[in-house]
């Protein structure tokens, strides 16, 4: 038994961060990755392909953007989605074979006895889990559950005996992809849908009975993050360096002190001419303010070391941002 495990496509995305043009590109690109895995679908002979939220963006998607999604997906048997945080108002999702599962239902396709439990977003709030707790499930048949949210394994605690029951549960939100439990898996988006969404990206093929879930990499575009330091001077050797790729985005962390020869311009239109998109966080001023703040014997001085935390993985972002703010009042 095999199916498809895919999530947060974002057809319509804005793309704010990219020019006009660009951004109109790379929407193309992800109606291709949803055409990607239609194709994969038909070419291995599977009948389920699952979309596990936030497949739209509601408030970028037309009555022919909904066509179109049907016209594309109607190779395929089975198409079942749920709604995430960024679709919970999608109706009108037309076609024989398309299943889209409002709030809590249970779908049964008894010629390959499987059961399919989806929780959708109704709202603009995650949907409780608890819920699950009050459903039947009974039988031998293969079971999957489809749930879009930011979940961590003891999350599934809520309706232990319903999530015991599962073989697998296909998951939808976070999106760099990953496995939270033996049965649950985040696909990850198709494309990276942001410069600083780094790494594989791709959809997943899952066989059931023994449960094999397998990376299908996928995406047109790459990200990359890369640390340039003062030794990095000569622009000529980085293609080579960093394998630089035509068609990939680039976040340029610049570190090291000021004074040293990086010129941010020069690195910004070198990159600007050999990759798709490049974004410069130039963080050697900051440094210089860190070493500053560490000295200061006031409130700015506390506060900054306040923010020291090595634990807390959104703190470095803290002393970033409260480098940006002060340096407006001091
Ligand atoms: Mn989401």
Redesign the pocket.
Known sequence: MKLVHSA?LHLGRAFSNLTGQMAEARREELWLALENQVAYCLDRGISYLLLV??IFEQDYTSYFDLKRFASIVSPVDHVILIK???DYKLGNLQGENIHLIDDLEVLDFPKDHLTIYGLSWTGPLEPDLSRLRDLDVQGDGYKVCLL??DFQARDFQKAEDFFKKMDYLAL??IHKGGQLTDQAYYPGSPEPLDISEEGDHGFLQVDLRPLRVEKIPAAKRRCHRLVLRDEETYPSKWIEKYGLKQEDFYELILEGPEKLDLNGKLIESFFHKNSYQVRVVDQRERQEDAVDFMKREDIFGDLYRSLLDKEDPSYPRARELFIDLTREIL
Do not use: F, S
């Open positions: 947060d939220g936030d995430g945080n960024h879009h949210g939808g939100h």
